[in-house]
């Protein structure tokens, strides 16, 4: 038994509604992180973000063509059943900073990703709807693949010294 039974997911088109939401979401943020950096001049960080952005955008499309012509439910954003209100795939937003590096952009990734392996895995462990398990475990298989990935990346990016926020000319808020 899950011990998230209020949080399963027994329906294919709930479940395609609640991945594409996951992973636009995380789309979306990343192409906001993109932004943020690109005008706090870190052009590195810029395009890793961008780059993740892309990526999953890819995941929406795929997951598009999963679902084929199902009809998805609409659903409002409390409506969804992440454990903690937050789609699980989403970058921790308010960790980033305006002078992070390739590593702790990389860092944000991962979490990401290993909060929706987790996010499938309980889906596939909670279902009592067999095409929901195997989607889900097909998923979580995706995003165990993505944390691989994410982690080789990682060790090419050393982590900082702990001096690396310091700015000697940090940006002034307009009044």
Known sequence: MSGHRDLDINSIEEFFAHALAMEREA???????????????????????????????????????????????????WDYKWDDGAAPESPATMEAHYMMTPHHALSLALKAEQRAAAFFQRIAAGSTDDEVKSMAAEMAAEEIEH??????????????????DDDLDPPMMQE
Do not use: C
Not at 42 to 47: D, K, L, R, S, T
Not at 147 to 164: E, G, Q
């Open 27 to 77: 789309s979306e943020q990343y192409a906001e992180l993109a932004a943020q950096m690109e005008v706090h001049n870190n052009p590195e960080v810029a395009e890793l973000f961008a780059k993740l952005s892309l990526i999953e955008g890819k995941h929406v499309d795929k997951i598009d063509q999963k679902s084929g012509d199902r009809e998805l439910p609409h659903m409002a954003p």
């Open 147 to 164: 944390i691989a990935w994410l982690t080789d990346w990682l060790k090419k990016y050393p982590k900082p010294d702990s001096d690396w």
